[in-house]
């Protein structure tokens, strides 16, 4: 009932200032013919800015009715912009009925230390703790079932179904980037399937840079040092990196590092294609992806 009359009390002032302004134009103005004040009338209704420039530059009187022109015109610009970001919030707020955590939004983990996005540093793509220039990258920052955040260093968290992640034990998680906070303080994620990305274990994710394997288990993730500006592959349980210029899967979709550089490209057609000495299959790391069955895909 309050949101209802809040909106027709906006309507009311926008609709009497319209009105003003349309008589003020009628009155004011100094018109050759009663055609032309009946138009630019009928005009400022609908256009008000048309029909005050027309006015102000060709039949305008004296100063003080230009004046008085120009602040019915500001009033009705004020109240007409305030009626429609509020309408516009309201139709957000009634169909979602949530709040989103948004760019602006700060974050806490267990340990009491505070999370918040800084365009300023590197963008929104990371969360900078406790006000310093150490951060998180936004797409492995996650928040328990009680909306702590959490960081998924080795990247165990994965897709369950698109209203929740979950750990290699089942515990719940919802990633930052995609959660919303309900009125009631309950956390909701919901993220379409359709944009998942998978790894070669048929596993989901919600970023693009998904875990590599190699034979033994490891695992390994992208990313791009600015600093360098290449790309590298890190291994994650390690910390060592492996450039991406010589990083491959072989034909089972297993990371493997050409360290020394020995692998040939198979033909100009084929450039994420390449074999080694023995004559055995790779492909370029950051040319393939996986299939919902982690079935590997070479993109050509």
């Known amino acids: ?24 134009i009628y009155f004011k ?24 420039a027309i006015c102000i530059s060709r039949y305008k009187r004296r100063a003080k009715d230009v004046l008085l022109i120009v602040v019915t015109f500001i009033m009705l610009v004020v109240s007409t912009v305030f009626g429609v970001k509020y309408y516009a919030y309201e139709i957000y707020d009634e169909a979602s009925d949530h709040f989103c955590l948004d760019k602006y939004a700060t974050f806490t983990d267990r340990d009491n230390n505070k999370y918040k996005y800084d365009f300023d540093k590197k963008g929104f793509d990371y969360l900078f ?24 260093s080795d990247l165990s968290i994965t897709v369950k179904d698109e209203y929740t992640c979950v750990d290699t034990d089942g515990k719940v998680y919802y990633p930052v ?102 004559g055995n299959v790779y492909y370029w790391a950051s040319g393939v992806d996986w299939e919902k069955d982690g079935k590997l895909i070479v993109i050509q």
Do not use: W
């Not at 100094?30 to 800015?49: C, D």
């Not at 980037?177 to 956390?187: A, E, Q, S, V």
């Open 1 to 24: 009932m309050e949101k209802l009359i809040i909106n027709v009390f906006i309507a009311y002032v926008i609709l009497n200032l319209r009105a003003l302004y349309s008589t003020l």
């Open 29 to 52: 103005s100094r018109f050759p013919y009663n055609s032309t004040q009946n138009f630019l009338t009928a005009l400022s209704f609908a256009l008000p800015t048309v029909a005050g």
């Open 129 to 152: 703790i406790n006000g310093t220039d150490e951060c998180l990258y936004t797409d492995y920052c996650y928040l328990d079932k009680d909306g702590y955040l959490i960081y998924d």
């Open 177 to 278: 980037k995609y959660t919303n906070l309900k009125k009631d303080g309950t956390i909701k994620f919901y993220f379409n399937p359709s944009n998942l990305n998978y790894d070669r274990l048929g596993k989901a994710y919600t970023y693009d840079y998904v875990p590599y394997y190699d034979k033994d288990g490891n695992k390994y993730v992208y990313s791009f040092n600015s600093d360098t500006q290449k790309g590298i592959y890190t291994k994650i349980s390690t910390g060592d990196t492996f450039e991406n210029e010589y990083s491959f899967v072989d034909k089972d979709g297993y990371f493997v590092y050409d360290k020394n550089h020995e692998f040939k490209r198979v033909s100009e057609e084929q450039n994420k294609t390449y074999t080694d000495k023995n």
